[in-house]
């Protein structure tokens, strides 16, 4: 059985659906939604955001967050995969078609 978790992106409430095995990033991008990002790998931090509800993992050892940016929720969506339904928040998130 698959395993997808449903991801809602505030404020503009986008809502994605993350397959198993994929990063939120990824995700977003095959749903068609533009989240930022540049590095792709963890270290860049431009697509830093926080979770307001639910639980992720990055896929990498040390993301680049400090401890308290990740006791207050924020995340790397490029290496971060779901491991419950969640609640995303990123203001500059966006449907790739849209100006
Ligand atoms: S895109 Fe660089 S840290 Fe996510």
Redesign the pocket.
Known sequence: MTLHRRVLVVPAGLAIVVPAGLTL?AAALAAGVRLP????????????CRVLEGEVRHTIAW??LDADERRDGWV????AEPLTDLVLEQPRAARVDSP
């Not at 990002?37 to 830093?48: I, K």
């Not at 790397?76 to 290496?79: A, F, N, Q």
């Open positions: 990033l990002s540049s590095c792709r790998n963890g270290t860049c931090r431009e697509c830093r993301p680049g790397l969506p490029c290496v």
